[in-house]
């Protein structure tokens, strides 16, 4: 595993990549695509933050991996929490 602790999550377009989603394990970049439904964003994010960890992976078992953390966090209610610019996450348990 990497020992790089900073990392950033930016969303943009990524249609010319022709991809959800990338990471750039040397900036501690991923990238998600913006158009992504709420269970793909989870499953990209993951999967992205697997290459993010483990760089030298292979794309299949990043991709296993990514899919069933995404079943596994869906099924115990994880869900993303959209907020407005400056404001406060809420308080949950
Ligand atoms: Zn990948």
């Not at 913006?34 to 078992?61: D, N, Q, W, Y």
């Amino acid at each position: 595993m990497t020992k790089r602790r900073k990392f950033k999550v930016v969303e943009r377009r990524l249609g010319k990549e022709k991809a959800w989603g990338q990471c750039t394990p040397a900036e501690g970049l991923i990238e998600l695509d913006t158009r992504l439904s709420a269970k793909r964003h989870c499953e990209v994010l993951l999967h992205e933050g697997i290459h993010l960890c483990f760089p030298e992976m292979g794309e299949k078992e990043v991709d296993r991996a990514g899919k069933l953390l995404r079943d596994i966090m869906w099924s115990q209610n994880y869900r993303r929490v959209l907020l407005q610019p400056n404001a406060k996450p809420p308080r949950i348990s």
